[in-house]
């Protein structure tokens, strides 16, 4: 049985600065440095990178001596360099990951490939804790009833030929998350609870604290 880990490194960065975040280092470490690590040391086969071709040079150089891992040229879409992981490799079983969440652990990384095995769909998730409000035109219209609401994360876990097959499917669109190309077909899609720790680095503060916890 192989599982592989597709790690998205498409983005340009845009709301972080002059530099790729996946570049910046976090007590000497790059960010995207972390987040496959946790997957190296995983129950995990192979690692594919779907990176931006600008700083595809110098992943290779950050992970020269990584043995199972490969490079893929990311698309313009999430959602394109992720079903360009996807073609790259056959497998089993892969987990979607996004690069710039720099504090997955290796210990979830392997319950959701244990859970995959058995559920073929599931994502991470945090229960949302601050209440919702619904706007039009800058007016509350409605509150929201939270108890129902949970806050996706990943890693996202699938059956390989399942993910696939959805990608085919919505080829061309642009869905922010592959769970909901799964629901989408109307197939069931599991949750998995996550860590509130486990933030997605979009800006400079979240950069100091991704530094704390990760001195934890």
């Given at each position: 049985m192989k599982?592989?880990?597709i790690i998205t490194a498409g983005g340009t960065s845009s709301r972080f600065g002059s530099k790729n975040k996946?570049?910046?280092k976090i007590n000497g470490i790059e960010v995207i440095k972390y987040?496959?690590?946790?997957?190296?040391?995983a129950n995990v086969d192979k690692i594919i990178i779907c990176a931006n071709i600008s700083i595809m040079d110098e992943l290779k150089e950050i992970f020269k001596d990584y043995s199972n891992l490969m490079f893929v040229e990311g698309g313009s879409t999430r959602q394109q360099s992720v079903y360009n992981g996807l073609l790259a490799d056959k497998c089993d079983y892969v987990l979607i990951?996004?690069?710039?969440?720099?504090?997955?652990?290796?210990e979830l990384i392997n319950i959701c490939?244990?859970?995959?095995?058995?559920?073929?769909?599931?994502?991470?998730?945090?229960k949302t804790i601050d209440t919702i409000k619904e706007v039009e035109?800058?007016?509350i219209v409605k509150t929201i009833d939270r108890s129902k609401l949970y806050n996706t994360q990943t890693p996202q876990a699938f059956e390989y030929n399942l993910i696939l097959d959805a990608h085919r499917k919505f080829?061309?669109?642009?869905?922010?998350?592959?769970?909901?190309?799964?629901?989408?077909?109307?197939y069931p899609v599991y949750i998995l609870d996550g860590s509130y720790k486990n933030i997605k680095i979009t800006t400079q503060s979240d950069i100091k604290l991704a530094q704390i916890y990760l001195e934890e």
């Open positions: 599982i592989n880990a996946l570049l910046e987040t496959v690590d946790a997957f190296r040391y990951h996004d690069g710039a969440r720099p504090i997955i652990s290796t490939i244990e859970m995959v095995k058995v559920q073929k769909a599931l994502t991470v998730v945090t035109h800058g007016k080829e061309g669109k642009n869905f922010t998350d592959d769970a909901g190309m799964i629901e989408k077909m109307q």
